[in-house]
């Protein structure tokens, strides 16, 4: 890409999210993960450049930034701006942006200076520790590196165990309960879990004595009308 190719990425999003700030929208979030074009320059592997945006891990943050910068001149200050990011990829489960808390901080803070308000740290299981020597998991040390807001996500709830079990179970709601009344993070994303189960949110209480979820590799919803081949009832 060339710097006027990287100049209209910014210029799109900003429009955009001057759009949905006009529109009256609570905030935005702009997708720095999974392998997509922003994170293709905050990976190492795929960003090779050798100008002021490639090389360093402030450098490789240097185009996200410019675009979370663009989004706030083009909303308002006070306007909730997040961003979303992971270490691992689509095809690259196990792929680092960063190996240590340091390298993290590095490639973070240029965000937090152009205006982001809140960090979207996508994890695959949510449970698991990010670096070595510390029980936190991505968005809790995202919080606690930049100061700012974090959201964690990764396998929430894709098992009957996991809704069923107690804070000792890493996996657990309850262990999740436990890490965000903590202050690990502030808030939790769902996705395949509401994917499959759009009323989870009002159903899940119930999980340990009944069967209505439906499990991420799965299609259908585990109710006895399914079993006995009718339409899955979904609401209340």
Known sequence: MTLADLDAVVSAFARSGRLAWQLGFDGVEIHGAHGYLLDEFLWPVTNRRQD????????????????????????APDFPIAVRFSQFKERAYGARLADDAAGLEELLRPLVDAGTSMFHASARRFWEPEFDGSPLNLAGWAKRLTGRPTITVGSVSLTGSSLRGGPDQAQSLAALGARHAAGEFDLVALGRTLLANPDWSVRWPTAGTSSWWTTASSTRTRTPEHRSGQRARLGP
């Open 52 to 75: 002021a945006y490639g090389g360093s891990q402030r450098n490789r943050a240097r185009f996200v930034a410019d675009v979370v910068a663009g989004v706030r001149t083009a909303t």
